[in-house]
Structure formats: structure tokens, C-alpha cells
């Protein structure tokens, strides 16, 4: 068993920037890139636990555990599928600050620990192309009712005959 005081690793991760609504329905990948690096030398880290917290909850807690992790290894966990919570994001009539933490801890104690920033975007607005070009096609046809209605009243518009004396 090791020592958690002497053991030292880093959490290496890639997050989106930016969350919206039609990123829950499109299964947009959210957590890009996870990897645990171990930066004792000489030091196994035995039965760690990975955390993924959210706050505000715009996400499903996760965790992951790992039998092991060799002296200065880098260890890339591929299982990044993080469920967000739709409920939330489908409310949000304003956008947020938002983060999310991962903890990597062992026998209870956190032995590394990263924060990032998320900006959570109300249910109507995109991120635009220089962070979610894919989800364009989200916001290119509206299915908001108001759209119903006034394609509806210029269909009416255009059957409805002219008054023109020509």
C-alpha cells in the first residue's frame, strides 16, 4: 500500500467550453480527453477513485475507479461518455457560469484535484462556430410555436386575393 502524502499525480483533461440544450439532444461529447498521471517515482497508486461533479448540477455525477496506476504513468481513461442533465439545460432561459470538478482520490483522501470553467447557454442560444460548429444545425429551423404561427399567417397572406385594380 502507498502513502497518500507522498503520492503526487495531475489530472490531464479537455472539456467544451460551452453547454446548451441541444447539446443533450445531440449527445454532444462534452468530456474530450481524461488522463491520470502518476508523478511519484517509485510510488504505485492502488484503488483510486475519479470523480466528475458538476455545480450548478448541469451534469450526472460519474466515477471511475482504477485497480492501479504505475510509477509515472499517464493513464488515458476512454470511457468519457458523461450524461447531462437535459431538465436543467431545457430551463435555462439565461446563460451561466457554470464548473465542473474531477477529483482523483485515494483511501479518502484527494490526492489531485482540477476545476474548469463552463458557460452554460440558455436553451436558444448556440455557441457559435468557433466552439460547437456541429450543432448549427440545431438552431437553423426553429421549433419554437411562434415559428408555426406566423408561417401559417403568410400562407393565409398569400392565398387571400389582391386588391389591386390591376
Known amino acids: 500500500m502507498t502513502e497518500n502524502k507522498a503520492a503526487q499525480a495531475t489530472i490531464h483533461s479537455e472539456t467544451a467550453a460551452k453547454l446548451n440544450f441541444a447539446c443533450h439532444q445531440s449527445a454532444f461529447g462534452f468530456l474530450r480527453d481524461l488522463q491520470i498521471e502518476n508523478k511519484s517515482p517509485g510510488i504505485r497508486l492502488d484503488d483510486v477513485l475519479i470523480t466528475l461533479t458538476s455545480n450548478p448540477a448541469f451534469l450526472k455525477p460519474k466515477s471511475w475507479r482504477l485497480d492501479r496506476i504505475a510509477p509515472e504513468e499517464i493513464l488515458l481513461i476512454k470511457d468519457r461518455n458523461v450524461e447531462l442533465?437535459?431538465?436543467?439545460?431545457?430551463?435555462?432561459?439565461?446563460?451561466?457560469?457554470?464548473?465542473?470538478?474531477?477529483?482523483?482520490?485515494?483511501?479518502?483522501?484527494?490526492?489531485?484535484?482540477?476545476?474548469?470553467s463552463v458557460e452554460l447557454l440558455a436553451y436558444n442560444e448556440w455557441g457559435g462556430a468557433g466552439y460547437m460548429p456541429e450543432l448549427l444545425a440545431a438552431f437553423s429551423m426553429p421549433?419554437?410555436?411562434?415559428?408555426?404561427?406566423?408561417?401559417?399567417?403568410?400562407?393565409?397572406?398569400?392565398?387571400?386575393p389582391s386588391t389591386s385594380p390591376l
Not at 457560469?97 to 485515494?106: F, V
Open 143 to 160: 421549433n419554437d410555436p411562434a415559428v408555426d404561427r406566423v408561417l401559417r399567417d403568410e400562407r393565409i397572406d398569400e392565398k387571400s
Open 85 to 116: 442533465d437535459g431538465g436543467f439545460l431545457l430551463n435555462l432561459a439565461d446563460s451561466m457560469r457554470g464548473s465542473i470538478t474531477i477529483g482523483l482520490e485515494q483511501d479518502g483522501v484527494v490526492i489531485a484535484e482540477e476545476t474548469k
